[in-house]
């Protein structure tokens, strides 16, 4: 039902703007299925060895309890686990090798989990590392929310030049106060030019191509998307992580991408 009331307002929205702009959506994952997610579009990263953060989590594969379709939406779940080591397990759900864009507006409507230890990420890597490992080939962060430091989201990118290992990282923060309670819509509009970043449709943030060379602007590759909740870690875990919250889940009602940002 959401995916036909979607189809008809694109419909609507082509009908006043006339032929030609029938081809703006390029992709939309509406979630109008049960199960696990569609493996033509998601694969997974499996596994707990930290991520390069020290987090605690253990991501599954095919593992409905962290990762499932459910009443049309995404459902990203973490938990207690004593199966795992470290005693956490969770998903992290990528397109890589399923779906990648270069120069895109892309949004991501989502509810997010609560409480200190969660790190929720809504993000994109390159499909090649033209220009090298991480950060040289970059990261675009279109949300990261830390429990600990509830209604502040971050948009961010990462580059050779700026990244977080230098404390030279290029982003800002907006407020969200009901972030675990309603469903924001988060959004970059990534352009030859420059990455705007978006919430509910409200600009907040601008990442320029000023001209350097790849060490401050790689963003001129293909990008997938992921998804995932990580537990604790250097970042998400800075005051420790709550023991009596979980589980935690973060919602996906749907993800679109248009070539150009729709009016």
């Known amino acids: 039902m959401k995916n036909l009331f979607f189809l008809l307002s694109v419909i609507l929205l082509l009908g006043c703007k006339g032929s030609g702009s029938d081809d703006n959506l390029i992709w939309a994952e509406e979630f109008d299925y049960e199960g696990l997610p569609d493996s033509d579009s998601w694969t997974y990263d499996v596994g707990d060895h930290g991520w390069g953060n020290n987090e605690l989590q253990y991501y599954t594969e095919n593992e409905s309890s962290n990762a499932r379709i459910e009443d049309g939406k995404l459902i990203i779940q973490a938990h207690q686990d004593s199966t795992y080591e470290k005693g956490y397990s969770s998903a992290r759900l990528l397109t890589r090798g399923k779906k990648a864009w270069k120069y895109a507006y892309i949004e991501v409507s989502a ?153």
Not at 218 to 231: G, K, S
């Open 111 to 263: 509810k997010l989990p609560y409480g200190v230890g969660t790190w929720p990420a809504i993000w994109m890597l390159p499909e090649q590392n033209t220009y090298g490992g991480w950060p040289k080939s970059g990261e675009i962060d279109i949300m990261e929310h830390v429990g600990y430091d509830p209604g502040v989201v971050h948009g961010t990118v990462h580059t050779e030049a700026f990244n977080h290992r230098k404390d030279t990282q290029v982003g800002k923060q907006v407020q969200v106060p009901d972030f675990d309670k309603a469903f924001h819509v988060y959004a970059i509009d990534w352009q030859e030019d420059k990455i705007d970043f978006y919430l509910d449709g409200e600009k907040y943030h601008t990442f320029e191509n000023t001209g350097g060379d790849w060490e401050e602007w790689p963003f001129d590759q293909e990008f997938h998307l992921i998804l995932n909740i990580a537990v604790g870690g250097d970042w998400g875990g800075a005051q420790g992580v709550d023991p009596d919250i979980w589980p935690q889940q973060m919602e996906v009602d749907y993800i679109r991408v248009y070539k150009t940002r729709p009016e």
